[in-house]
């Protein structure tokens, strides 16, 4: 259920990302007029949201749908470019704003408003994902090597991040060279050794052949960092870096460690705030069922009501059934022992939803008439009293 869960949480966060594709250019527009009012009235986040707005530019671009890669991406373009991680309360104005923008963009472009919660989602998850490394970059790679080069003790050139690839290595990121002096193909190439990659850094910054320059490698992660250092001895920094790397790998995994419960949380407040959404009884009910579709490992979904007196449900609505079926159906609780077992425990009592936990049937073949069985495809279903 765990593993059904994570995956239909995942396909949500997906409709979000193509929900955003779909509304380009009128998300473009929305959030142009937001920079320009910042930039005219001298706001002082006009900075952080021109930031963000040229990300947009460059997500519209490409085809990357993976949120982990995205965040992973705002986050080294956001330290390339401010060098500091950003601050909790800015990052909520701006994905506020964009946020706002974007949800006005898909509402100008008339689309269904069952879709809009995916964007939502998606936006939270951006949002607690960048909050969590707001927290964290505190101490982050890029923000710690960018101060090892500023250093005028430390006597370190540059810093390169060398990505560790099936097939050898590839340069991720240089801290202390300017990016417009490399080589772009140089950060595609896949290299046998980091030897070769430190070799085509040490020529760019070969002007001063008069001093000596030691590189050497540390690992971080599944990445190999290699340090250049202008000094006679290096051996006396190398294990400070060594052990800098192995304390900063300790923080990384105390942050990022993983949780079971969170895909549970997520879905379970996105349901509850599309229920929220329905302005009446008539809106709740597709509402209920949409939403354990949408927001819940399930796949169909129908809505019974359960006369006491009779012993019976009586079809009323679903999703992903054929409504005019489910309708006509009348099933009696004694056709359905498990079912039967649990209300006889509690006959009697007006209020069901007080007394009874979700019941799940594993083989319906087991416990549903044969008829219904067949009629619909049954495998397995859970119950659930409301």
């Known amino acids: 259920m765990s593993q059904s869960l994570n995956y239909h949480m995942n396909m949500v966060m997906m409709q979000g990302i193509n ?6 250019k009128q998300i473009i527009y929305e959030c142009k007029k937001i920079l320009d009012y910042l930039k005219n009235t001298h706001k002082r986040t006009a900075e952080s949201f021109e930031f963000a707005y040229n990300y947009f530019l460059k997500f519209f671009q490409s085809e990357e749908q993976s949120l982990e890669n995205i965040i992973e991406e705002i986050r080294s373009e956001w330290m390339k470019t401010f060098y500091r991680p950003p601050e909790t309360h800015q990052l909520i104005y701006i994905l506020t704003l964009l946020e706002n923008a974007v949800h006005k963009a898909i509402k100008e472009n008339n689309e269904p408003s069952f879709r809009q919660p995916s964007v939502q989602y998606l936006f939270a998850k951006i949002y607690e994902d960048l909050i969590l490394i707001s927290k964290k970059d505190n101490f982050h790679i890029d923000h710690f090597c960018h101060e090892l080069v500023m250093s005028k003790q430390l006597q370190i050139d540059w810093v390169a991040r060398i990505q560790h690839e099936e097939k050898g290595y590839r340069l991720k990121n240089v801290i202390g060279i ?3 002096s490399i080589d772009p193909l140089l950060f595609k190439r896949i290299e046998p050794t980091w030897f070769w990659i430190s070799e085509s850094l040490l020529k760019i910054t070969g002007e001063n052949q008069s001093i000596k320059r030691d590189v050497f490698p ?3 992660q599944n990445e190999t960092l290699i340090f250049c250092i202008r000094d006679k001895d290096v051996s006396s920094i190398i294990p400070f870096l060594t052990y800098a790397m192995h304390l900063l790998e300790i923080v990384n995994e105390e942050h990022f460690g993983p949780n079971a419960n969170q895909h549970w949380k997520d879905a379970v407040i996105l349901f509850n ?13 597709p509402n209920i069922l949409y939403g354990y579709i949408q927001y819940l490992p399930f796949e169909r979904c129908a809505f019974f009501y359960y006369s ?3 012993q019976m449900g009586v079809g009323v609505y679903s999703y992903h059934f054929n409504y005019e079926e489910i309708q006509k159906l009348k099933v009696y609780v004694q056709q359905i022992p498990t079912l039967s077992k649990s209300l006889s425990k509690e006959a009697g009592s ?9 019941i799940y049937i594993a083989e319906a073949a087991d416990e549903i008439p044969a008829q219904y069985v067949e009629r619909f495809q049954l495998k397995s279903l859970v119950v659930i009293f409301r």
């Open 273 to 285: 705030d599309w229920i929220m959404r329905s302005k009446s009884l008539k809106e709740a009910i």
């Open 218 to 220: 540390v690992p971080w």
């Open 178 to 180: 300017s990016e417009e």
């Open 350 to 358: 007006s209020d069901l939803s007080g007394h009874f936990q979700p």
């Open 308 to 310: 006491p007196d009779h």
């Open 19 to 24: 929900l955003l594709r779909s509304n380009e």
